[in-house]
């Protein structure tokens, strides 16, 4: 009898600039997923681990990801086909700045990447605190990360879950002329879910209490766990 718990795999590819935190992530989502006991989780490198027959096992694909990645024509339709049939999809911090040359994973995933002009402490303002991937953070909460700015995004065609208080830092360095920067958002696409977060470039990031909840949050509900 196949085995009904969920499964993530963590696609940890960087085809571009490589984050120094995704050993941390590795770690942390298998133990969230040990101490749960709500999912089970994979890792890998390997961009062909992807594929219509691994997806078919899958609930959730997670990409902490950077630069082209050397996906074919079949792993892309699988990828997308995934999600619209029912998968979820959960893109950490650096998934934005990826796959630039697949216009329907920009699509899919809400944006790109257009800039850092802000690696400081910042204040995050909770645009919905009754999500499961932002319940735990209340209404705002200050962070010491690498803030993205973003290109292709529009707020109308997402669910806005944290967004930068731009009164927490010098916006003449931001690069949007609506000075809209969100920081995690969420949206369905097709049957599926897509979540996104823009946090986690900081190791020490992944081993802080509130933040491991965040990334469970953000997995439950990729993965239909809660609404």
């Not at 989502?29 to 994979?42: G, N, Y």
């Not at 078919?56 to 630069?67: K, R, S």
């Not at 893109?91 to 400081?120: K, L, R, S, V």
Request: glycine share 8%; net charge negative; aromatic share 12%.
């Amino acid at each position: 009898m196949p085995d009904p718990t969920p499964r993530l795999l963590l696609l940890r590819h960087s085809a571009g600039y490589e984050h120094s935190y995704l050993p941390d992530a590795e770690v942390t989502i298998k133990a969230l997923a040990k101490e749960s006991s709500l999912f089970k989780a994979d890792t890998t490198h390997n961009c062909q681990a992807v594929n219509a027959e691994s997806l078919a096992d899958l609930t959730v694909l997670a990409f902490a990801t950077t630069g082209e990645l050397p996906f074919d024509d079949d792993q892309k339709k699988a990828i997308l086909d995934f999600v619209r049939r029912g998968g979820g999809f959960l893109g950490i911090h650096n998934a934005t700045d990826t796959c630039y040359n697949w216009p329907q994973y920009g699509e899919m995933i809400g944006g790109w990447f257009a800039g850092h002009p802000w690696h400081q402490q910042v204040t995050v303002n909770v645009e919905d605190p009754n999500h499961p991937a932002t319940r735990m953070l209340g209404r705002s909460f200050q962070v010491v990360d690498e803030i993205y700015t973003m290109k292709n995004w529009d707020r109308a065609k997402t669910h806005v879950l944290m967004s930068l208080d731009n009164g927490s830092i010098d916006v003449t360095k931001g690069n949007r002329d609506d000075h809209d920067y969100a920081l995690g958002w969420c949206h369905d696409y097709g049957k599926g879910r897509v979540m996104y977060t823009a946090l986690g470039h900081p190791d020490e990031l992944w081993y802080e209490p509130w933040f491991r909840q965040h990334i469970l949050g953000c997995i439950k509900w990729a993965a239909k766990l809660e609404s």
